[in-house]
């Protein structure tokens, strides 16, 4: 249950798959057995992306603690319970207290940038509206405050979007450093290459993780190696842990530096997240320079 909901949170939040960066996003789950996997990082990976999960428990071989943390905020409004698979139809004959349970019962509490509680309340949170006003009324004094998300993507029709919500394409079959951090001794880099099934094409073959004395290298044949050497996934090290999600996603993070690295081959997307108490304006490379303020 853990591994599902974690592709679906890396699918939900993906613009490769239609996905729309401001818009609110749910996901349903339906459980009818206790996890093989923990479900705690899955569950708290869809709150930090403000995703509501919608458990639907059925039978009575599920765990209830496991529903609770899969709905997180504001469990006990989330959850619905069934006794058999056959009785899904009837949720929306019964009224409108289902989708009116997805379209309103967004998450009550405030949360941090990490998915934590917040108990007070905090700074102001990103607002669109306003980061336009602000950008179109300090445009002529040629400074422009952004409040960044420490996100950098790349996809197969936009190929490199910034840390500052720049893009621009790669069209050339070379390696490129993405990103660079001297201070934290991080550094990703793309190889790209011919597309093997269109030609003339240019597609993501590799994604390299470099962090000390390591380095993992993600291929496009879903494919791991660390340290040159061929590894068997999920492998998880003093300094790396990489997992796989539905046979098409590779995740790899450094824990201690809230570093989190995605690559979807199939579909020729990554996604770079950074902790932004960690990473400051010392990074380099395509990705950009990364600070909150901008």
């Known amino acids: 249950i853990g591994d599902a909901l974690q592709y679906a949170v890396q699918s939900v939040i993906s613009e490769v798959h239609g996905a729309r960066p401001l818009s609110s996003k749910i996901t349903i789950i339906l459980v009818a057995d206790k996890s093989d996997d923990q479900v705690n990082d899955a569950a708290s990976s869809a709150t930090a992306n403000r995703i509501s999960v919608f458990p639907i428990g059925v039978g009575s071989r599920y765990d209830e603690d496991e529903l609770s943390i899969l709905a997180g905020p504001s469990a006990i409004h989330k959850i619905t319970k069934l006794q058999l698979f056959d009785d899904l139809p009837t949720i929306l ?12 019962d967004s998450i009550k509490v405030c949360t941090d940038d990490d998915g934590n509680q917040r ?3 905090g700074p102001p949170r990103w607002n669109p ?3 336009r006003e602000t950008s179109k009324r300090t445009s002529q004094s040629g400074y422009i405050k952004l409040d960044l998300d420490g996100t950098c ?19 050339s079959n070379c390696s490129y450093v993405l990103f660079d951090d001297k201070m934290n001794n991080v550094e990703v880099i793309l190889q790209n290459g011919e597309c093997r099934s269109l030609s003339h094409q240019t597609c993501m073959n590799s994604v390299q993780v470099k962090h ?11 494919q791991v190696s660390v340290n040159g050497r061929s590894v068997t996934v999920p492998h998880h090290s003093s300094v790396f842990e990489i997992d796989v999600y539905g046979a098409v996603i590779h995740e790899v993070k450094i824990p201690k530096l809230g570093f989190v690295l ?10 770079l997240q950074l902790n932004p108490h960690v990473f400051s304006s010392s990074t380099s490379g ?4 990364y600070c909150k303020d901008r």
Request: hydrophobic share 35%; proline share 3%.
């Open 93 to 104: 004959l019964l009224g409108n207290d289902f989708i009116n349970k997805l379209c309103y």
């Open 119 to 121: 108990k007070g309340p």
């Open 129 to 131: 509206e306003k980061r």
């Open 153 to 171: 993507k790349g996809s197969s029709n936009r190929h490199i979007v910034t840390f500052d919500g720049l893009n621009f394409k790669l069209i």
């Open 212 to 222: 000390d004395q390591e380095e993992v290298t993600l291929f496009n044949n879903m």
């Open 262 to 271: 995605t690559f979807t081959p199939s579909i020729n997307e990554f996604m």
């Open 286 to 289: 395509l990705c950009g320079k």
